[in-house]
């Protein structure tokens, strides 16, 4: 083969070169005015023409193809880890990216033995998002679950359309009605609710409600006065000056729990006044000032909280740096 003519031209070219350099030459790049381009283009294909365009449509579709499976490899769903009964019957393995739709009349259970066991209520929907070794998420689009987690703390999560669940080992029941909104009780444990920047972390014998873009109010002990229930739910629900007031009047020595978390959800005056209820109720360290509260002083906040005798705030310091 004469090498010399692929590169520049020169020199005799060889035969089946020159049969396929005939064959290309309809091919040939012509500078024409735009009005003659246009014409060409409105003319019949000819038979060659439609024999490449055959050529370069079936090499598309093969590419299509190609691209198609890998991309149904990466959605292709995951064994999760959980294994899924329904009213009672067998367990099966469930995998990742797939929906549990209870409807009216029906009960499922998921269990795995590295992260708990999951009871899903008739009129629930729940989807499982991630399944990770070091992290198990779910999403509780509606319904009912109870869940009883022995994973390590923060390794299981379930997101609601309000909120975020965060479980910091325990057992807890969370109920998420049709508009989004809902109800977290902790059994035993604790469970951290979260959406955005705001926060609420609820123990055993204490619950949370939590609304669509408002995410998780202000909790509260299970056997705490109907006053102080009524004025977290006004409070939650408007941020009154009036609801406040009437909140920090009906709380207990126990409830402390529940003013430090008024700390977060006031500003000015407002804080001022949560301060002093909560100085009434425990007895804050003489670091914990009314100005550095003001200002919301991190280690302020904190401090406040070892005060109230429910564990040091690096417990969950440390597991909120992976959520």
């Not at 000819?46 to 024999?51: D, K, L």
């Not at 209870?102 to 729940?126: I, M, N, Q, W, Y």
């Not at 529940?258 to 804050?284: I, K, N, P, Y």
Request: with cysteine.
């Amino acid at each position: 083969m004469n090498e010399r003519y692929l590169w520049d031209g020169g020199g005799e070219a060889d035969p089946e070169i020159q049969e396929l350099e005939r064959a290309l030459s309809g091919f040939r790049y012509q500078r024409r005015p735009l009005d003659a381009l246009l014409q060409n283009r409105a003319e019949p294909l000819g038979t060659r023409s439609r024999w490449w365009i055959g050529i370069a449509a079936a090499v598309l579709l093969a590419m299509v193809s190609v691209l198609g499976l890998r991309i149904h490899d990466a959605l292709t769903f995951v064994d999760s880890g959980w294994r899924i009964s329904w009213n009672g019957s067998r367990a099966r393995a469930i995998r990742a990216g797939q929906t549990i739709d209870t409807g009216r009349h029906s009960v499922a259970r998921l269990d795995s033995k590295f992260t708990g066991e999951v009871r899903v209520e008739p009129g629930s929907r729940l989807r499982v998002m991630r399944a990770m070794q070091d992290e198990q998420r779910l999403a509780l689009e509606r319904g009912t679950i109870h869940a009883f987690i022995w994973a390590p703390p923060g390794q299981f999560v379930v997101d609601t359309p309000s909120a975020r669940t965060i479980d910091l080992g325990c057992r807890y029941t969370l109920r998420v009605a049709q508009d989004g909104s809902g109800l977290l009780r902790v059994e035993t444990g604790w469970v951290a609710f979260q959406w955005r920047k705001l926060e609420s972390f609820i123990p055993a014998g204490a619950e949370c409600t939590t609304r669509p873009g408002q995410g998780p109010g202000t909790p509260h002990y299970d056997d705490c006065s109907d006053a102080l229930k009524a004025a977290l739910a006004e409070f939650d629900g408007s941020q009154s000056a009036v609801s406040l007031r009437a909140a920090l009047r009906a709380a207990r020595p126990r409830d402390a729990l529940t003013v430090w978390h008024l700390l977060m959800r006031t500003q000015g005056s407002d804080r001022e006044q949560v301060f002093a209820r909560l100085g009434e109720l425990v007895r804050l360290p003489p670091t914990v000032t009314e100005e550095r509260i003001l200002r919301g002083d991190p280690s302020a906040i904190d401090e406040s909280w070892n005060a109230l005798g429910l564990g040091n705030t690096d417990w969950w310091r440390e597991w909120k740096r992976r959520w």
